[in-house]
């Protein structure tokens, strides 16, 4: 009888007491999720790191081969840097389906064109899975209207300060050389980079604006050496970082929160902060200017 009357007596849950305890639970969850999205985002951070490590290292192959960096493009219409360094990244299959010598960007497999490496994205942006540009409307000097529908990438090679990989010739008469680290037609020599190998950028992270993926000509194919806007980033003065993801301009920029991440000619991956100096900014992608880089 004592042990029935014990039973029955027995207290559960109130409907307080659920409350608090689901409260709890919540609480701890609100506590986790962001410490989990913070050890994503340094993984991600690390994988791209290690994406520019490989490509840095790629175009010093491509150097030791060649006594010279690649072209920011060919002759032509012909493919961008990031085709030409492809048998580097071990990707000799796919390079040899595009005979570029022969045939032209527009005349080019769209198997070719259309397909992505992995090393190429940051996986804190996107995956290559899937990944395309759209059409858009070329110059109407241009062989084809449309522009090319190939695989994006979220790097670009670093033409300097002028927004342009050739020399520009302004009103006045004036001619402006490019200063960065990629050239058109004719690819540069380490000897050719004056500054030092550890004071210039070599390929850094692009900026895309949120929703602009696959657009021209901020996120365009990362092979086609027609339009090198797709492919080519310049930064100083005049090309800050992107700070804003949904800044609309042509410039160096990332997925990662508050940095960008930069491979120099040295071979080395660094991480600049978004709100460095333009002018230092400046300094670290030219080549030749022979000023002293402050701290950054």
């Known amino acids: 009888m004592l042990h029935r009357r014990w039973l029955g007596s027995r207290p559960g849950f109130t409907l307080i007491e659920l409350l608090v305890v689901i409260a709890i639970i919540a609480t701890l969850i609100g ?120 695989a994006p990438g979220d790097y670009a090679a670093s033409i300097g300060t002028t927004g342009a990989d050739y020399s520009l010739d302004l009103p006045n008469g004036q001619v402006v050389p490019s200063d960065g680290t990629f050239l058109a037609l004719a690819g540069l020599r380490f000897a050719d980079i004056t500054d030092g190998l550890s004071n210039t950028i070599l390929v850094g992270e692009k900026h895309v604006p949120r929703g602009g993926e696959g657009l021209y000509p901020l996120d365009c194919s990362i092979y086609d050496g027609h339009n090198p806007v797709c492919n080519c980033r310049s930064g100083g003065p005049s090309f800050p970082l992107a700070k804003d993801p949904r800044d609309d301009g042509w410039k160096f920029g990332s997925a990662h929160p508050g940095l960008c991440q930069f491979v120099f ?29 402050p701290d950054y």
């Open 265 to 293: 000619c040295d071979g080395g991956v660094r991480s600049l902060k978004n709100g460095i100096n333009p002018v230092t900014l400046g300094l670290l992608t030219q080549r030749n200017d022979g000023q002293v880089i």
């Open 31 to 150: 506590l986790l999720l962001p410490a989990v999205q913070q050890v994503r985002e340094a993984a991600s951070r690390t994988q791209c790191a290690n994406n520019l490590k490989q490509i840095g290292l790629a175009l010093h192959l491509y150097h030791d081969q060649n006594q010279r960096l690649p072209p920011s493009h060919v002759q032509g219409e012909g493919p961008s840097w990031a085709w030409l360094i492809l048998p580097n990244l071990e990707q000799d299959n796919l390079y040899r389906l595009w005979d570029y010598a022969n045939l032209p960007l527009y005349r080019a497999s769209d198997p070719a064109l259309r397909a992505t490496v992995p090393i190429y994205f940051c996986p804190s942006r996107r995956s290559p899975a899937g990944a395309i540009t759209r059409g858009f409307s070329q110059r109407s000097a241009c062989v084809l209207s449309d522009g090319i529908r190939g």
